[in-house]
Nanobody
Framework: QVQLVESGGGLVQAGGSLRLSCAASGSDFSNTIMGWYRQAPGKQRELVAIIGSGGRADYAPSVKGRFTISNDNAKNTVYLQMNSLKPGDTAVYYC???????????WGQGTQVTVSS
């Protein structure tokens, strides 16, 4: 069972930056895809960015060029650097771990990001 703990959310003005962190524990992460998702009020949860253990990353079109996902395998931690934030980025951001071999998935508790105009 993978445990995920997010941190780094908060309130920021439009155009500002935040960095989210997700510390993972409890498993071998060599076959794990880590990701960030978000859910705004009244909307479905959506993928923001994912990264494999080798460092390959993919992004939702709405955040590409503004957000950067990275991982520190030694610390079992994944980060989401968010720049040029917009009010539309306001949501609860969730960390996710997907084991490619077992297809089991784990979620963090979520961290609120609020971007004011």
């Amino acid at each position: 069972q993978v445990q995920l703990v997010e941190s780094g959310g908060g309130l920021v003005q439009a155009g500002g930056s935040l960095r989210l962190s997700c510390a993972a524990s409890g498993s071998d992460f060599s076959n794990t895809i880590m990701g960030w998702y978000r859910q705004a009020p009244g909307k479905q949860r959506e993928l923001v960015a994912i990264i494999g253990s080798g460092g390959r990353a993919d992004y939702a079109p709405s955040v590409k060029g503004r957000f950067t996902i990275s991982n520190d395998n030694a610390k079992n931690t994944v980060y989401l650097q968010m720049n040029s934030l917009k009010p539309g980025d306001t949501a609860v951001y969730y960390c996710n771990a997907l084991n490619r071999l077992t297809m089991s998935t784990s979620w963090g508790q979520g961290t609120q990001v609020t971007v004011s105009s």
